[in-house]
């Protein structure tokens, strides 16, 4: 399988513990996305990486969110002191460099249920 | 407001007859589109893609067309299957607008009855 991968694809926290997410995007993609989805709604974006450089973040990414790429392969989104309302879908996705750089590619996304 | 939205939250069609999914967007700079299809518990799969300097696009039984004149972008899925059952979102990038991803609308999901 040469998709996006997510791990873990389900986890239940207690409130206040500390998770953490891994995405391994698709072989040389050079652009890598984090986004988050609740039950009913669109994904929204969280984050965006090109190669390691962290290069924009949305205001839903609270200072309790801290996502890494560092060596621009996979990257690791980490939810300190999580809260009931971070429960949702965190799906990653990469996109390839050259014209079809805007194509985004999703992963199965990673359940994250706060109890 | 949502800079993507959809016309309808639900759409039902008989097996073997064709859908088609509205999709609206507000800004008038997009200059992509991204359909998805996503089904329960699963991430988004891409469908397909048109770029604003396109009116249509076909793939394998389904035909996305942009009406750049009132914003409007739709989905034709020919013959459904059982299989076609799932929720589809439509998103947009504007390429000048920086490196934000896609902006997403809420959903349609299409049901398809035997």
């Known amino acids: 399988d040469t998709g996006v991968s997510q791990d873990p694809r389900h986890k239940i926290t207690k409130r206040g513990q500390n998770v953490t997410f891994r995405c391994d995007p698709i072989?040389?993609?050079?652009?890598l996305y984090w986004y988050r989805q609740t039950l009913g709604q669109g994904p929204e974006f969280l984050t965006y990486?090109?190669?390691?450089?962290?290069?924009?973040k949305s205001r839903l990414l609270s200072d309790r969110f801290s996502a890494e790429r560092p060596k621009g392969s996979f990257s690791t989104l980490e939810i300190q002191r999580t809260e009931q309302g971070d429960s949702a879908m965190y799906l990653c996705?990469?996109?390839?460099?050259?014209?079809?750089?805007?194509?985004?590619?999703f992963g199965e996304g990673s359940w994250l249920t706060v109890v | 407001g949502e800079s993507v939205g959809l016309h309808l939250p639900t759409l039902s069609v008989q097996e073997g007859d064709n859908s088609i999914i509205n999709c609206a967007y507000s800004?008038?700079?997009?200059?992509?589109f991204i359909w998805y299809k996503q089904e329960s518990g699963k991430g988004p799969q891409f469908i397909i893609d048109?770029?604003?300097?396109?009116d249509k696009r076909q793939g394998q039984r389904v035909t996305v067309l942009l009406n750049k004149t009132v914003k409007h972008l739709s989905l034709q899925i020919a013959a459904t299957q059982p299989g076609d059952s799932a929720v589809y979102f439509c998103a947009e990038n504007f390429r000048g607008g920086g490196a934000d991803g896609l902006t997403f609308g809420k959903g349609t999901h299409l049901i398809i009855q035997p």
């Open positions: 048109i770029r604003s300097n396109m």
């Open positions: 800004n008038s700079a997009s200059d992509y």
């Open positions: 996705a990469s996109s390839p460099r050259g014209l079809d750089g805007n194509t985004i590619y």
């Open positions: 990486f090109q190669n390691e450089a962290q290069l924009e």
């Open positions: 072989s040389e993609h050079n652009r």
